[in-house]
């Protein structure tokens, strides 16, 4: 079955410092990959995605993500958080199609919460 | 990015209550929405896929009667949660995905809508 792990519910750094928020998955089949962001009482905001090229994926707000494929994660990255980042990350696959390809159903992880501290 | 309204954003009702919730695609049309159930700190939970057209899929578990979805344009997509009771209470979000131009393979969501049932 497919599914994304989120090893951690809640990851805490200093402004300034780099971040990372990790992500593994287990899919058959090419992943098609998302970070998505959700602040309080609203809905989520796409990130950014891999879905083939290079692995190192550069998104919104200055955050990135290296898809690897022998460790089967996609762990999101900020070289310098700051304090308007903390909010609530999923990672997210995109189901496969038995015919190739991928649905359009997304399957989310847990979610991590990130606190950047002033 | 594309944009996805919801409405209402909040709603509070009288257990027995029937809720209807609307998911509008504003600038792209979408055959497919999807909608989705959040409890407080936990993901998102898929209920349904919504068919612009047909029948909504429902994912197992989920009660297609108790949760009623019309996808009756390419840009509406509509949730109706029928005799809502306060285990209904939740955070209900859609998201969809841009069948023409806009179509850069992630899933745009709506802001969310928070059900309180009495």
């Known amino acids: 079955a497919q599914s994304v792990a989120q090893p951690e519910d809640q990851v805490n750094v200093a402004e300034g410092n780099p971040l990372t928020v990790k992500c593994t998955y287990s899919?058959?089949?090419?992943?098609?990959l998302f970070w998505y962001v959700q602040y309080p009482n609203r809905g989520l905001q796409f990130l950014l995605k891999?879905?083939?090229?290079?692995?190192l994926v550069k998104g919104s707000y200055g955050f990135e993500a290296e898809f690897n494929k022998s460790q089967t994660s996609f762990h999101l990255k900020k070289p310098s958080a700051l304090v308007s980042d903390s909010a609530l990350y999923f990672c997210?696959?995109?189901?496969?199609?038995?015919?190739?390809?991928?649905?359009?159903?997304?399957?989310f992880g847990t979610g991590t919460l990130l606190a950047v501290q002033p | 990015g594309a944009v996805v309204s919801q409405h209402p954003s909040w709603v509070i009702c009288k257990s027995g209550t029937s809720v209807k919730i609307e998911c509008r695609s504003l600038?792209?049309?979408?055959?497919?929405m999807f909608w989705y159930r959040q409890f407080p700190k936990q993901s998102l939970m898929l209920m349904a896929t919504?068919?612009?057209?047909?029948?909504?899929?429902?994912e197992q578990g989920v009660e297609k009667d108790k949760f009623l979805i019309n996808h009756a344009s390419l840009t509406l997509s509509t949730l109706t949660v029928t005799s809502a009771h306060p285990e209904d209470s939740s955070f209900y979000i859609c998201?969809?995905?841009?069948?023409?131009?806009?179509?850069?393979?992630?899933?745009?969501f709506g802001e969310g809508s928070r059900l309180t049932v009495l």
């Open positions: 998201s969809a995905k841009p069948i023409n131009g806009k179509n850069t393979g992630e899933l745009f």
């Open positions: 600038d792209f049309q979408a055959t497919t």
């Open positions: 891999y879905i083939t090229g290079d692995n």
């Open positions: 919504s068919n612009e057209g047909s029948k909504a899929t429902y």
């Open positions: 997210a696959v995109r189901a496969p199609r038995a015919s190739g390809g991928a649905t359009n159903k997304l399957i």
């Open positions: 899919v058959s089949g090419n992943p098609y």
